[in-house]
């Protein structure tokens, strides 16, 4: 008796996940509300050395305001 072949679940069409933007250290600066995240990150950048490649701001989903 051979295991039947699992099928791989696929997302619905028609419905898009939504998406968060990375940003940038000099938008999370001027950000008007701050998160957890994006100060983190803030405190993360002062350190000597350090190279920022952003962060996902839950301010940019889609649908937000």
Avoid: F, H, N
């Amino acid at each position: 008796m051979s295991k039947a072949a699992k099928k791989k679940k696929s997302a619905p069409e028609g419905r898009v996940q939504p998406q968060m933007k990375i940003v940038t250290s000099d938008v999370c600066a001027v950000c008007r509300t701050p998160c957890a995240r994006g100060l983190a990150y803030l405190e993360r950048l002062k350190q000597p050395g350090a190279v920022g490649t952003g962060v996902p701001c839950v301010l940019t989903l889609p649908g937000k305001k």
